[in-house]
C-alpha cells in the first residue's frame, strides 16, 4: 500500500543527520513531491531551504502544542506527500515521549502516513546501541534506512556484525552509503548557505569542487534508484523516480 511519509532523521550525535535530511530535501523537490520540513532543537540546519517556494520549514517542538502543530499542518495540507523531521542527536528520550504521549504511530496512520526513521550511522558501538534502543521502541511500526556514513570509515564493524542489524533487517530495514565528500569542499559548499542543488550551479563556486558535490549527490541518490523498496521508504513512488542533479548544471 502506497502511503505518505513522515521521515524522521535519527541517531547520535554528529553523525550526519542534518547533512542527509538536506540531500532527500534537494531530492524531493528536484521529483516536485509535495514536501514540508521541521527543525528540533537550538540550530536550525535546514535553514538554507528556509527561501525556497513552496517549502515550509518550521519549528517542531517535542510537545503537546508542537504535536497540535504537526498534526493540523498533516490534516490540512491533503496535497502533502512527504514531511521531513531533522532532530538532534541524544534527543531519543523526548522523541520516545512525543511518540507516546501523543499516540503517534496510531495518529499518523490515521492520516494516511507511515513514519521512516532514516539513522545515519559512524563507526563507533554508540551509533548500535542507538538504533537498537531505536528499534526495540519503534518495533514494526516504522521502516528503517541505516545510512554507512563513509565519512567517517568504509568498514562498520560493530554494526555489520551485530544483532541489531539482524531484527532491523528482518523488519525490511535497508542500507544505503554516503559517499566521503573531501571536508574542505563540503564545508566551503556548507559557507554558501544554499542547498546543494543550487551549490552544483552556482558559478561562483570552483568547477572542481561543484562536480565532487554532484557526484557525491549522485552516488547517494542512485541507490534509492535502484531499490523500489528504499524509493518506497522516502515516498519517491509518488512520482517516477530520476535522478535529481544534471551535468547541464555545469
Not at 507511515?114 to 558501538?125: D, G, V
Not at 542500507?175 to 574542505?184: G, Y
Not at 554532484?214 to 528504499?230: G, I, V
Request: proline letters at 3%.
Amino acid at each position: 500500500m502506497l502511503r505518505k511519509r513522515l521521515l524522521v532523521t535519527a541517531g547520535d550525535a554528529r553523525v550526519g543527520k542534518s547533512t542527509v535530511a538536506r540531500l532527500l530535501l534537494d531530492l524531493l523537490l528536484e521529483k516536485q513531491i509535495s514536501v514540508r520540513a521541521y527543525y528540533n532543537g537550538n540550530r536550525n540546519k535546514l535553514a538554507p531551504y528556509q527561501k525556497i517556494e513552496n517549502l515550509g520549514v518550521e519549528e517542531l517542538q517535542l510537545s503537546r502544542g508542537g504535536a497540535d502543530n504537526l498534526l493540523i499542518d498533516l490534516e490540512s495540507l491533503p496535497d502533502l506527500a512527504v514531511v521531513v523531521t531533522d532532530l538532534p542527536g541524544q534527543h531519543l528520550s523526548a522523541f520516545k515521549f512525543f511518540v507516546e504521549e501523543f499516540l503517534l504511530f496510531d495518529t499518523l496512520a490515521s492520516l494516511g502516513y507511515r513514519m521512516t526513521a532514516i539513522h545515519p550511522i559512524s563507526h563507533r558501538r554508540d551509533c548500535v546501541e542507538y538504533l537498537q534502543e531505536l528499534s526495540n521502541f519503534c518495533g514494526d511500526n516504522v521502516d528503517y534506512i541505516v545510512i554507512k556514513n563513509n565519512h567517517f570509515d568504509t568498514h562498520f564493524p560493530y554494526y555489520d556484525v551485530s544483532k541489531t542489524r539482524s531484527s532491523i533487517e528482518a523488519l525490511g530495514a535497508v542500507e544505503v552509503n554516503l559517499a566521503n565528500l573531501s571536508l574542505f569542499v563540503y564545508q566551503q559548499c556548507e559557507d554558501c548557505g544554499i542547498p546543494y542543488s543550487q551549490v552544483i550551479s552556482d558559478l561562483k563556486v570552483n568547477t572542481f569542487y561543484r562536480h565532487l558535490l554532484f557526484n557525491w549527490m549522485e552516488s547517494f541518490y542512485r541507490q534509492f534508484a535502484l531499490d523500489p523498496k528504499a524509493s518506497n521508504y522516502l515516498g519517491l513512488n509518488w512520482q517516477n523516480y530520476s535522478s535529481t542533479a544534471s551535468e547541464t548544471s555545469f
